[in-house]
Structure formats: structure tokens, C-alpha cells
């Protein structure tokens, strides 16, 4: 059987692994990712509510749907997909990320199945899911379109594919690089690549090439005033999120 594809990059994995202890520590190293949670998590359960008819305000809303969280980290949005009543795999190509993340769901009292392993070595499994989570990875990949096309065969039919990113402008230089690495020192110099930035409409065109139908973006604002995070559906100017499915 030939060895699965990976467009892991592993510069970008030794990253992550230097920083795994310090996942669920909301005033460390990923504070950025803790105040940024709430929006995400407000886009992603209204986006599979919508896309599989689910009510949010009943008991374990997504009891049924099985959700792959690729990049996931300490958990920060497996947790919560459990909780609503999803199977939940959550995957990390940064071995240390997993036994952080599995201590805190047995501490949290949650299933969840994490894995060291790649969203290409699961596709080449054959496994598939309702949605695919895959937030803030695609700008850390060697390859985004063979790892889009991945992500597409990880989705049953009409499967729902959301991904994150950031855009790729002067702002989003001196807002996620300059301003979150060097002056706030909320990540390590060196945890983004202003190169490896994509735009919506680059993003959009590699999903779409990738086999999947984008059906809407927004972006992720923060207001430096009130230090919190809303969703926009014009202001795409740094982070942003897209929603696409997997046709018929």
C-alpha cells in the first residue's frame, strides 16, 4: 500500500510542539486563540445548525454528526463539539499537542479521539465525516491546494468544510505579525509567514479547486477598545472564515 501524501511542513509542526504545554493557559501563548474561541465557535455551530437543520437550543444539537478538527491543537474546539453531542476526532501533526489535549477532555470528562497523524494519512484510510473543521492550518501547510483536496475527501456528500485563515495585505503584516508577535509578544517571533498568507479570493479559488463550493465568508474583527472579537460579513481584512460543502 503506498505511504499516504503530506504536505506537512515541518518547521511549521516544531512551532506548535514548542508551545503545547501552554494550551489551555488563557494568558499564555495562545490568549490570541482563547479571546478569539467565542466568534469562532459563534460562526462554526451557527454554520452546521444551518447546513444540517439543527436546533442549537436543544440537548446535544449535533448528536449524530461526526466532526473531524484537523490542527486541533489542546482541544480548544474539539471540547466544545463534543459537548454539543458530536463524535469528534480532533488530529495534530505536532505529537506533543495530543497527550495535552487527551488529559484535559479526561479532566473535562469528554470522548474525544486525537490523533498524531495527518488529514492526508486519514483520507488515505478511507475515513470520512459530516465536517471538517479546519481552522487557522492552511496557512501553515506546505501545500494548501493538495491539502484542501484532502479536506474534500475527508466529506461525505454534502459535507461541510469550515476553514480560517488570514488575509494577505499590509494591515494583516502589521496587525498578526507585527502587532500580535513584536509589540502585544501574544506568539513567539516567527509563528506566522506573511508569504503563506492567502486572500478570500485565493482561498475560494483553491477550495473550489480542491472539488468543494464555497457558500460564504466572514471576517473575524478585533476591537482594540473593548478587546473582543466579532464576526463581520465585510471587513475581511485580516483574519477571515469560509464555509464551503462538498456536493452531491
Known sequence: ?????????????????????EWWDPNGKFKPLHMLNPCRLDYITSQI?????RDLNAGAPFSGLRILDIGCGGGLLSEPMARLGATVVGADAAKRNIPVAQVHAEQSGLTIDYRNTTAEAIAAAG??????????????VADPLAYLTACQTLLKPSGLHICSTINRNAKSFAMAIVGAEYVMRWLPKGTHE????ITPDELFDLLEKAGLSPVDRKGFVFN??????????KDLSVNYVTASVKPK
Not at 445548525?49 to 437543520?53: G, L, N, S
Not at 506573511?194 to 498568507?197: A, E, G, I, M, S
Not at 482594540?224 to 460579513?233: C, R
Open 194 to 197: 506573511w508569504n503563506k498568507f
Open 1 to 21: 500500500m503506498q505511504a499516504a501524501q503530506t504536505t506537512i511542513d515541518p518547521a511549521e509542526v516544531a512551532k506548535f510542539e514548542a508551545m503545547a504545554a
Open 224 to 233: 482594540p477598545v473593548s478587546w473582543q472579537w466579532s464576526l463581520s460579513p
Open 127 to 140: 475515513e470520512q465525516f459530516d465536517i471538517v473543521l479546519n481552522m487557522e492550518v492552511v496557512e501553515h
Open 49 to 53: 445548525a444551518a447546513e444540517f437543520d
